[in-house]
């Protein structure tokens, strides 16, 4: 019986040994600057296997090639940058807020990203001018080849009109 119960605390002791795992110290603990420099050495690794990675000798399939300047999409992206545009108005109020219609002029870069885009005075460096850039900046065309493009596009920035209040209608 004796016997039995030894083997049985043995057991239990084994299994509380093995179950609780290693035990830490200071070189198995990461800190916050090791795991960064960890992440950044892997970075680092795979940029560099991008970079010495051969070229592909095999010239890019014609989907993938770039193609002429998409001016049907450009056309929807400007309508809907424009909506959002001529909600400023109702967002950016205070006094000496200009209004009016205006102009805005957008540079594509060839990746369809927006290189850059501008408001004429006075609308430039205002608040209400910015907020018109920010939704114009957000443009993206598809990809396209040549030169860059430039497009200037119109948009109303009227100061929104006060709510009438409604009379209630008398009840017969």
Aim: proline content about 8%.
């Amino acid at each position: 019986m004796r016997k039995l119960f030894l083997v049985g605390v043995s057991a239990v002791l084994g299994a509380l040994y093995l179950g609780c795992g290693p035990s830490y110290d200071d070189h198995t603990i990461k800190t916050a600057d090791d795991r960064l420099k960890e992440q950044e050495q892997l970075a680092y690794e795979e940029e560099q296997r991008a970079r010495n990675k051969p070229a592909s000798t095999a010239a890019a399939p014609e989907a993938e090639k770039p193609g002429e300047f998409d001016e049907k999409q450009a056309e929807l992206e400007f309508q809907r940058a424009t909506r959002s545009a001529e909600t400023c108005p109702e967002v950016v109020t205070g006094e000496n807020v200009p209004h009016g219609k205006t102009a805005v002029t957008v540079t594509f870069a060839l990746d369809g990203s927006v290189a850059s885009a501008t408001i004429p005075p006075p609308f430039e460096d205002t608040r209400l001018g910015n907020c018109v850039l920010n939704a114009y900046q957000a443009l993206i065309v598809p990809p396209y080849s040549g030169e860059r493009k430039v497009i200037t596009w119109d948009v109303n920035l009227a100061q929104a009109k006060p709510a009438k209040a409604e009379t209630p209608k008398k009840k017969k």
